[in-house]
């Protein structure tokens, strides 16, 4: 599970940046910035670890085609005609229409893909019709994803419709109640099935009674084929065989330097399941994994979350490459240290509770390279394996991100988001003085014990939650940590200052939910991903339930909205009933209760509040995404040809590392993997 940014959308724009705001900041297009995140004590390394940080790192860049095509079928047609186009046409750059393609060009590569990243809508050109196929007939046909015998015209036309018609693949999840999620994703997961068909052949296949499942469909495409439905493995020498190749070659490079044995046997179990793409290996390659938690480098790479599948059990390939912040991952290891406190005090039923909390590490980490899934957006906290029986069985891992917070945080001093949208000035106060430390402790409590906690009734199916799984699972975690926020077991165990700082946590929490993450959704659009339904549903069911008792006060000051909460105490109570609930959805597998739960809270939108916080954040000037460039690892050799070293450089160009992965790390067919 992935644990994105929550409370600081507020990024900021490039005008009046400090020089440490200048540092970080790339670039800034539509809703969307990129920054750099810096490598903090790389360059003390031993030449071992850096080595082993190099290999993992291109291990973690290889396999980028494969999530382009994961995310819709014409992905990786549509980027290399994107880049022909950048590398080729001979037109005029400057003109308005040629800076409008460029943009298009650039969110395009931030989403890997032609559908927005977050809320999975098509992106459609600020472009016409005309001056795209002026791109494609003046650009050099060599360059261009041309099948044996196609014309430029003929590319032409195979695309147009694609980009510029709204209603065609327009979007990447549908999770819409009613229509059948398959047939209107276009996410490229499933070809000539249907929901109905998709369900039943799984069915067919799950053992309720099997305490160690796999995770069914995991790693692979359902297709139809006279009749037949079946499987596309990913694996070497099946689907994606040509990337995974590649990931195998770096792999292989990695574990030959691995800091422990540990981790070397980890990695050939990792390769070993590349190989034949079976979800039993992976399973074994999970438990190695989560039990081995000796050495400074850790690293995430394969098939891992199903955020992307309206059914949510296919996962999209990622990939993370980081190493342990000693002094920071101290205060994670107190939350480890007292899981068990944690999981016995918390207000869910009894019977649902972990008896024993096994093998729960967190740590607080520097990210040295993001890819797939993780790339160029990258989540602010992670805990694995996913799998239930693993989790209840050896445990889990969990890390904060903290050199991509601090490009976050960085860049959101002083840019007035929180001016506009706090209630009140205390609550400003409030927040720049605790905002940064709560922030991170609501993460490390939401990744080290909120998704480790609780536990499943016996014969549950781990997918009974289908479309609603990923939204409530990360309801579970975010209730837990906020349960937690003002506990005075916070303070005492030095977590937190005082009850402020918990305060800070809540204030950030419903201002979001409610009000301030509404700048991140079109007009006229619904909440569609997870993160934002989790958030809608847990602050909007409070206000509503603490109604009568004004635990939270919707007001209007000088023709503006904003929200104050009145009683922390009782929205205390308020979100451990919630997280009651829906740890017993979760454990009882009650998917009705849960989508009523999601889609009376977490997707419909106020059209007046929505439009008039538009309106507000608009004059900021600000992007509510973020994503980011990674570092340049160059390696180093002597005077043998043998690499001796590894050097840092931070690149100043997004659009000139996009196309540096492109030239460099595509393996796959732009037509038919």
Known sequence: MKQYKNTKINQGSQEERSEDHFNFFVDQFDDMRVLRYKLPG?????????KYIYFLGRAALVGRDILWDQNFRYNLIIRKTIEAIINSYPGDRNSGEFRSFLVYAKKIFFANGIHHHYSSDKMLPGFSQVFFKELILESDSGLLPLEKGESREELVSKLVPVLFEPSLFSKKVELKAGVDLVAASSSNFYENVSQEEVE????????NEDPRPVSLGLNSKVTKTDGLVTEEVYRSGGKYGPAIDQIIFWLEKAAQVAETQGQKEDLDILIRYYRTGDLKIWDEYNVSWAKNTVGMIDYINGFIENYEDPLGMKATWESVVEYTDVEATKKAEVITKNAQWFEDHSP?????????????AARVINVAMLGGDCYPASPLGINLPNADWIRKEIGSKSVRLANIAEAHDVTSHNNGFLEEFAADP???????????????LHTDLHECVGHASGKLAENTDPNALRNYASALEESRADLFALYYMTDEKIVELGLLPDEEAGKASYDAYIRNGIISQLVRIKPGKTIEEAHMRCRALISRWAFEKGNEENVIELFRREGKSFVRINDYQSLRLLFGSLLKEIQRIKSEGDYEAGKNLIEKYGVA????????ILERYERLKLAPYTGFVNPDLIPVFDVNGDMSDVVVKYPDDYLSQMMAYGRDNSFLSPFRN
Do not use: C, N
Not at 42 to 50: D, I, R, T, V, Y
Not at 426 to 440: F, H, I, N, T
């Open 42 to 50: 790389f360059e003390s390394m031993s030449p071992g670890l850096k």
């Open 200 to 207: 039943k052949y799984y069915s067919a296949l799950t053992d």
């Open 348 to 360: 869910i039923d009894p019977k649902y509770r972990k008896e024993k909390v096994t093998g729960v």
């Open 426 to 440: 205390d609550e400003v106060a409030r927040s720049r003085k605790y905002g940064s430390q709560a922030d991170e």
């Open 605 to 612: 939108i106020d059209p007046v509040l929505h439009s008039e």
